[in-house]
T-cell receptor, first 113, second 116 residues
Framework: EPEVTQTPSHQVTQMGQEVILRCVPI?????FYWYRQILGQKVEFLVS????????KSEIFDDQFSVERPDGSNFTLKIRSTQLEVSAMYFC???????????FGNGTRLTVT | AQTVTQSQPEMSVQEAETVTLSCTYD???????LFWYKQPPSRQMILVIR????KQQNATENRFSVNFQKAAKSFSLKISDSQLGDAAMYFC?????????????WGAGTKLIIKP
């Protein structure tokens, strides 16, 4: 069964550094999402992406964050100048249709030290 | 604004017994979708069950079923014959295509503990 893949599974970075979290959505999906889950807390929506542009973003998704679909397969989340508070589990998800269930990747645990 | 509330931070059940996880939501839309996701310690997010609001029949998937009460805006998950592998965090979520631009609205989660 096709699945969403995320790399790396764990990313450790120092404060102030830039990180890129990578996701390969299911190949025929059109809608892409990033979520995050700070340990033990609620899963939070970050951004949705469709037709090569951001469809919706939350207040969490400020100028520090950006998303890109650099080619036909990858969907990346870039975090500039990381701070301690962005340490979290970041989930990528995709869906084939606006009302289809999201398929989540396994997540990338980002640790900022 | 849409909200999803899971009032049980933690539930425990004896193996082989039945447990019900509660979820309520708030929306003014008539067309929406409801989901239960399971998040085991591996941190994956696994879709357990899905319900379209326009369907009156409760969704079922093997040992998992829902009690969808549209008027009461309630969407509880029943797990029958609980197994040790069911232990996980369970998230209720709603999808509102028109109002939230396909954004999933998540509940806070319920931690399910299975006692052997």
């Amino acid at each position: 069964e096709p699945e969403v893949t995320q790399t790396p599974s764990h990313q450790v970075t120092q404060m102030g550094q830039e990180v890129i979290l990578r996701c390969v959505p299911i190949s025929n999906h059109l809608y892409f999402y990033w979520y995050r889950q700070i340990l033990g807390q609620k899963v939070e929506f970050l951004v949705s992406f469709y037709n090569n542009e951001i469809s919706e973003k939350s207040e969490i998704f400020d100028d520090q964050f950006s998303v890109e679909r650099p080619d036909g397969s990858n969907f990346t989340l870039k975090i500039r100048s990381t701070q301690l508070e962005v340490s979290a589990m970041y989930f990528c998800a995709s869906s084939g249709d606006y009302n289809s269930p999201l398929h989540f990747g396994n997540g990338t645990r980002l640790t900022v030290t | 604004a849409q909200t999803v509330t899971q009032s049980q931070p933690e539930m425990s059940v004896q193996e082989a017994e039945t447990v019900t996880l509660s979820c309520t939501y708030d929306t003014s839309e008539s067309d929406y979708y409801l989901f239960w996701y399971k998040q085991p310690p591996s941190r994956q997010m696994i879709l357990v069950i899905r319900q379209e609001a326009y369907k009156q029949q409760n969704a079922t998937e093997n040992r998992f079923s829902v009690n969808f009460q549209k008027a009461a805006k309630s969407f509880s998950l029943k797990i029958s014959d609980s197994q040790l592998g069911d232990a996980a965090m369970y998230f209720c979520a709603s999808l509102h295509p028109l109002d939230s631009n396909y954004q999933l609205i998540w509940g806070a989660g319920t931690k399910l503990i299975i006692k052997p």
